[in-house]
């Protein structure tokens, strides 16, 4: 019962460096998402994709690209990273169906850290 | 604009009693959606619960509900006959829309709730 993958789990960078987070889900589902959590406050959406070949913006897309690779595959890149990206970052996946109560089932979270 | 606010940084509670988590929320659609998140210190998120705007009644699961109070725009989880498990941090959300494409969650700062024995 994988459900949501990210990896890695914890990883260090530079400054300037780039880096993919990676995420994957076994659950069939339509819509992917990446938030970031920032300490003290709640989860800020980054990037989503409502299905496979969609990508859209959230409320902080800035310093941020997305692939959705296919319906199971949707990875986040840093081009450059800066200390202000540094941030623990969740992927979450959902079913598109009529009924609106569908929830997110999110990964364990990758935490990152930029020097 | 829609807004979650959770006004309560972290709360105490007994052990076997019960808590009420507060959430108030701002939005202009009259369509929309409530979530209930768990997260312990291990990191992950665990829905909880959800409330639509248009039910009839409160939603119930296990030892959570929420009180629902649509003209007061609060959606409150109430926890009962609290365990030490529950200590964790809990986040209210808000989807707005119904149409399936639209579906975002805006999430609110979140409440620590710890739970002494």
């Known amino acids: 019962n994988a459900g949501v993958t990210q990896t890695p789990k914890f990883q260090v960078l530079k400054t300037g460096q780039s880096m993919t987070l990676q995420c994957a889900q076994d659950?069939?589902?339509?819509?992917m998402y990446w938030y970031r959590q920032d300490p003290g406050m709640g989860l800020r959406l980054i990037y989503y994709s409502a299905s496979e070949g969609t990508t859209d913006k959230g409320e902080v897309p800035n310093g941020y690209n997305v692939s959705r690779l296919n319906k199971r595959e949707f990875s986040l890149r840093l081009e450059s990273a800066a200390p202000s990206q540094t941030s623990v970052y969740f992927c979450?996946?959902?079913?598109?169906?009529?009924?609106?109560?569908?929830?997110?089932?999110f990964g364990d979270g990758t935490r990152l850290s930029i020097l | 604009a829609q807004k979650i606010t959770q006004t309560q940084p972290g709360m105490f509670v007994q052990e076997k009693e019960a808590v009420t988590l507060d959430c108030t929320y701002d939005?202009?659609?009259?369509?929309?959606?409530l979530f209930w998140y768990k997260q312990p210190s291990s990191g992950e998120m665990i829905f909880l619960i959800y409330q639509g705007s248009y039910d009839q009644q409160n939603a119930t699961e296990g030892r959570y509900s929420l009180n629902f109070q649509k003209a007061r725009k609060s959606a409150n989880l109430v926890i009962s006959a609290s365990q030490l498990g529950d200590s964790a941090m809990y986040f209210c959300?808000?989807?707005?829309?119904?149409?399936?494409?639209?579906?975002?969650?805006?999430f609110g700062s979140g409440t620590r709730l710890l739970v002494r024995p």
């Open positions: 979450a996946s959902r079913q598109n169906r009529d009924w609106v109560n569908q929830p997110q089932h």
């Open positions: 939005t202009s659609d009259p369509s929309y959606g």
């Open positions: 959300a808000m989807r707005e829309g119904l149409r399936d494409s639209s579906y975002k969650l805006i």
């Open positions: 659950m069939n589902h339509n819509s």
